[in-house]
């Protein structure tokens, strides 16, 4: 993960939850429709609305 987003509350959510930049993730799940979707990192499952996890910016992990 490069940036993590938001405003506010949310932000503070997302860092608290452990979504801090430099942190691996990997998306494991996706609802039929696309939303929510479900991330792992740090060794547990997070699940978030596709609105949230739109403002989180990732790269792809370099060999």
Same mark, same amino acid.
Do not use: C, S
């Given at each position: +993960? ?6 506010? $509350?949310? /932000?503070? /959510?997302?860092?608290? +939850?452990? #979504?801090?930049?430099?942190?691996? *993730? +990997?998306? /494991?799940?996706?609802?039929? #429709?696309?939303?929510? $979707?479900? $991330? ?8 978030? /609305? #596709? ?6 910016? *990732? ?5």
């Amino acid at each position: +993960m490069t940036t993590v987003g938001g405003e506010g $509350i949310l /932000r503070r /959510r997302f860092l608290d +939850m452990g #979504l801090t930049p430099k942190t691996k *993730v +990997m998306v /494991r799940k996706k609802a039929p #429709l696309g939303d929510p $979707i479900e $991330i792992f990192l740090r060794g547990y499952e997070l699940t978030l /609305r #596709l609105d949230d996890a739109n403002k989180i910016t *990732v790269a792809p992990e370099e060999p």
